[in-house]
């Protein structure tokens, strides 16, 4: 279930609902992120729903692996999956998510838009994110 500040919000988060708005063609593309080989149960089998739409060709995927910063015996399994053509948002998102420096408003709002939120939903999150 989703923490009641994003239940508030006046329109539909895709956290959970990313294989649904993927295929009715709402979300061009859809982020996962966890330490290889502690992957929850949950997570494993949402990604094979995906997987299968993959091997249809309904969706790209894309894994990476990196280590994880001061953490040498864990990698960081970065899953992209995205529609036909909207390939180059995993290309954009792992160039905005390698960047140095702090997280910002700006970094945010490129974030939300290239995972599919309009404009009017990354204005209202960002006027309330520190509230």
Not at 5 to 31: C, I, S, W
Not at 48 to 56: A, E, T
Not at 63 to 82: A, G, H, L, T
């Amino acid at each position: 279930m989703l923490p009641k500040r994003l239940r508030q919000l006046p329109y539909v988060v895709h956290t959970n609902r990313e294989l649904g708005l993927m295929l009715g063609g709402l979300k061009p593309v859809a982020y996962f992120i966890a330490i290889s080989g502690r992957e929850p149960d949950c997570l494993i089998r949402y990604w094979r729903m995906f997987d299968r739409h993959v091997g249809l060709g309904r969706f790209i995927k894309r894994e990476f692996r990196e280590p994880v910063p001061d953490r040498p015996q864990f990698q960081c399994r970065s899953i992209f999956y995205s529609l036909p053509g909207e390939e180059w948002r995993i290309d954009a998102l792992r160039m905005l998510l390698a960047q140095p420096g702090a997280w910002s408003d700006d970094r945010e709002r490129r974030f939300s838009e290239l995972l599919g939120y309009e404009d009017w939903q990354n204005d209202y999150w960002l006027s309330r994110r520190g509230a």
